[in-house]
């Protein structure tokens, strides 16, 4: 089976259709998929009926689950989180910030995959920031700045009992099911700009606001100035993409080469969603 892929024809994100991914995958179609994933870094399946069976035989072609250390998972699954918000919900949009997944682990996860179930007739996008493209666009003197840096990343923002989904955010009535926890103080080093580790191509690698909270061997407050300037060159216009949801659509994308964030603007409508991570392939 030859699939089609359709380029969004802005910074990155394609549509792949021609197959139906409820079905066992032949070894030539994964790695077809799997070539228009690091060509786009997201690719989004249209029109795909699946069980949560299904979805996660679909993620295994792809790697081993990834470990979700903050999130719950749904009833009788150990790998499957939901993303979800109800119609009268008043905590704030989960994930509205840009980020990479995870990547205050030690090996952050290769890959999400994010499934419509419930989808708002309005807003709810999914925004991407296409991290190579950034670094191959960025002016001499900020590539100088951030060339050869490490930053720090932490979950204590976002994850910390004390955090912006920490205890008093449950109170507040979150139905998704966030797992604060000692663990999100946990620091994990990175480079700033690190080669993607299947297509070699260098990329920036996470940002400030969810994970990103220093700079090795930089005072605080030097790095919020760099990494501010930092952030606002990432997640420029140019280099997003607007990702559109449909009920019944698959999204997988690339955890080393974009950046990811939730938008609001479905107030008064549910919106569910199932997630799965998935690892890094061991290189050792
Ligand atoms: C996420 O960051 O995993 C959620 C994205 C979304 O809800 O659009």
Redesign the pocket.
């Known amino acids: 089976m030859s699939i089609k892929v359709t380029p969004s024809g802005t910074a990155c994100g394609a549509e792949i259709t021609g197959l139906d991914i409820s079905q066992p995958l032949t070894p030539e179609t994964v790695r077809e998929i799997r070539d228009a994933w690091l060509t786009h870094h997201v690719v989004s399946f249209p029109d795909q009926k699946l069980s949560d069976d299904d979805l996660e035989r679909f993620a295994l072609y792809f790697g081993d689950f990834g470990e979700d250390t903050f999130f719950g998972p749904i009833a009788g699954r150990t790998h499957i989180a939901a993303?979800k918000r109800g119609a009268d919900e008043t905590t704030p949009i989960?994930?509205d910030v840009w980020?990479t997944?995870w990547s205050f682990q030690a090996h952050p996860p290769a890959a999400?995959i994010?499934y419509g179930i419930k989808i708002p007739p309005i807003g709810?996008?999914?925004l991407f920031a296409n991290q190579h493209l950034a670094l191959e666009k960025m002016p001499h003197g900020l590539r100088e700045k951030i060339a050869l840096r490490t930053g720090i990343h932490s979950a204590a923002l976002g994850y910390a009992k004390g955090g912006a989904y920490g205890d008093s955010d449950k109170e507040k009535g979150r139905s998704m099911d966030i797992r604060p926890s000692d663990k999100a103080l946990e620091q994990q080093s990175h480079p700033l700009i690190r080669q993607h580790p299947e297509t070699g191509r260098p990329g920036i690698f996470g940002t400030i606001g969810a994970y990103v909270i220093g700079v090795e061997g930089m005072r605080p407050d030097e790095s919020l100035v760099l990494l501010s300037e930092l952030s606002a060159w990432q997640t420029q216009d140019a280099f997003v993409y607007t990702h559109k949801w449909q009920e019944n659509m698959l999204i997988m994308w690339d955890n080393r080469s974009v950046l990811?964030?939730?938008?609001s603007g479905y107030e008064g409508y549910d919106?569910l969603?199932h997630?799965i991570t998935i690892a890094e392939r061991d290189t050792d």
């Open positions: 993303i989960f994930a980020h997944d999400t994010l709810g996008d999914t990811h964030k939730a938008t919106r969603l997630r």
